[in-house]
């Protein structure tokens, strides 16, 4: 499995943004055949943010983040990123990296990094 670590959470005002990081070590992220965001608010179940597979290249978002949220790789950096702009309240959440190998996210071969924290204040 991959080993992965997110970082650049934080507390931040509605309206501004954040860049979200998750490095893996061990094996590459080609290893796997998909990398997404998730995220999971308290009280909430965890819900997906964002995806991109490697075969093909699609990219795909959750409704709720569309226009606000990129993802992005830099396979040189073994790094996926997750630029997120016009925060609000609502987006306030851990956030999770996740490289899955299988059809499933939730899949036990699936690797989730430690999570983040995001705070949007109003």
């Known amino acids: 499995q991959v080993q992965l670590v997110e970082s650049g959470g934080g507390l931040v005002q509605a309206g501004g943004s954040l860049r979200l990081s998750c490095a893996a070590s061990?094996?590459?992220?080609?290893?796997?055949?998909?990398m997404g965001w998730f995220r999971q608010a308290p009280g909430k179940e965890r819900e997906f943010v964002a995806s991109f597979y490697w075969t093909g290249g699609s990219i795909y978002y959750a409704d709720f983040v569309k226009g606000r949220f990129t993802i992005s790789r830099d396979s040189a950096k073994n790094t996926v990123y997750l630029q997120m702009n016009s925060l609000k309240p609502e987006d306030t959440a851990v956030y999770y990296c996740?490289?899955?190998?299988?059809?499933?996210?939730?899949?036990?071969?699936?690797?989730w990094g430690q999570g983040t924290q995001v705070t949007v204040s109003s």
């Open positions: 061990g094996r590459t992220f080609r290893s796997s055949n998909a």
């Open positions: 996740v490289a899955k190998v299988e059809s499933s996210w939730y899949s036990p071969s699936s690797s």
